[in-house]
């Protein structure tokens, strides 16, 4: 089975490849985004992926377990990329385009979908943001339009990691021919300048995703729909924190984990209706790395908004909450606790299926942490240990 082929191929190809090697191409700063997609349209499944020519390449993906490609000849993105705005498939059954693809038939049983063309600065499709379901759906204009803009920003944060790029290979050049020349200094002054831009540029990226978030969440008569789209804004909101962190601070590659805490504590607990005067800190500081830094900030506004939302759910105002982190050996360990009600009755933290809990599990693993919820006294106590050096999975 082919799949359709645009007239431009050759050059879209081109601009696929100054990507890089699509075999290692991945971009964690990504998944935030795919998750607010798949939290946005409620489904399972969301990809970012780029389209060379026999496959579809996942640079973000959530619901697909392991897998990180698939032929094009077998995508629905491969249909996507031909148009120049949305893909809507309601029922993949009754498509005759889609009806016989595997992935129809057989596992994952794709029954829903949207794709928005992921089209760079030249035009050039070079992949796609895209939704997925099990079941048949409808989705409103609004979830949509939102969806359109997500896919807008996800094409400028790859634009802009490609720029960056470019200017390391041109720096890595640099290094080898004009080591110890002052081009050579004047490179490297370059490239600082310009990471620095990236990150400036990222965190505003993130802050419109979640400024339109936002103006959607008006627009919402539901309120359970409404408190997910503020769930998700504050997701994307201590992402936003981290990049201008790391754009102010003299070292790229780390951030001072109790700074950072700190502020995203203080703008969960503003979110969550909480008063930010009644959190506690202990927070030691140390450096630590984005690939950590990431994960670890998602973790504590998930559990200082859950402590202020579901822990005093009559009275967020009168909550008290403690955030700490301390160095233990090689090991940290962070704690949030909260004097509130406790945990329903019969709650195991690995049983736990809310999507609060699930992110926080997803996320200590990335980190290889270990996270436990115990009741100690009055306080509702969730721990997270893991290696100072840990690398996200």
Not at 112 to 136: I, K, N, Q, R
Not at 161 to 181: P, S, Y
Not at 342 to 356: I, K, R, Y
């Amino acid at each position: 089975m082919k799949s359709p082929i645009p007239d431009n191929e050759a050059e879209r190809l081109a601009a696929v490849s100054a990507y890089g090697d699509l075999d290692t191409l991945t971009d964690e700063s990504l998944d935030a985004l795919t998750r607010v997609a798949a939290t946005l349209c409620n489904v399972p499944i969301a990809l970012v992926s780029l389209i060379d020519e026999r496959r579809q390449r996942f640079i973000s993906q959530q619901g697909l377990g392991d897998a990180r490609e698939m032929p094009r000849e077998l995508t629905f993105c491969a249909h996507t990329i031909m148009k120049n705005d949305l893909l809507v498939v309601s029922d993949a059954r009754l498509d005759d385009r889609f009806r016989d693809y595997s992935s129809v038939t057989g596992a994952p049983g794709v029954r829903f979908y949207v794709g928005a063309p992921l089209v760079d600065e030249s035009g050039f499709p070079v992949g796609t943001m895209c939704v997925a379901d099990t079941e048949p759906r409808i989705v409103s204009n609004d979830t949509l339009a939102a969806l359109r803009d997500l896919s807008q920003t996800v094409t400028r944060i790859l634009a802009t990691r490609r720029g960056a790029r470019v200017l390391q290979t041109t720096v890595d050049k640099g290094v080898a021919t004009f080591e110890q020349n002052s081009l050579l200094k004047r490179s490297l002054r370059e490239k600082e300048t310009l990471l620095k831009e990236i990150h400036h540029r990222v965190k505003n990226n993130l802050q419109v995703v979640g400024s339109l978030l936002n103006l959607h969440a008006r627009s919402v008569n539901d309120d359970r729909v409404r408190a997910i789209f503020g769930e998700v804004r504050g997701r994307i909101h201590a992402i936003a924190l981290l990049h201008e962190r790391l754009y102010r601070s003299p070292d790229l590659g780390h951030i001072d984990i109790a700074d950072y805490l700190h502020g995203v504590a203080i703008d969960a607990a503003r979110a969550a209706g909480g008063i930010p005067s009644n959190l506690l800190f202990s927070l030691e500081s140390m450096d630590i790395d984005i690939n950590t830094a990431v994960p670890l900030g998602l973790i504590v506004n998930e559990l200082v908004t859950n402590a202020f939302k579901h822990g005093a759910p009559a009275a967020p105002s009168r909550a008290v909450v403690t955030v700490a982190v301390r160095a233990e050996g090689g090991s940290v360990r962070l704690r949030v606790a909260d004097n509130g009600v406790g945990f329903p009755a019969g709650f195991q933290m690995e049983d736990a299926t809310s999507m609060g809990m699930l992110l926080v599990r997803s996320l200590a693993r990335q980190i290889h942490g270990s996270v436990q919820a115990t009741r100690d006294g009055d306080d509702t106590r969730f721990q997270l240990t893991f290696a100072r050096e840990a690398e996200a999975a």
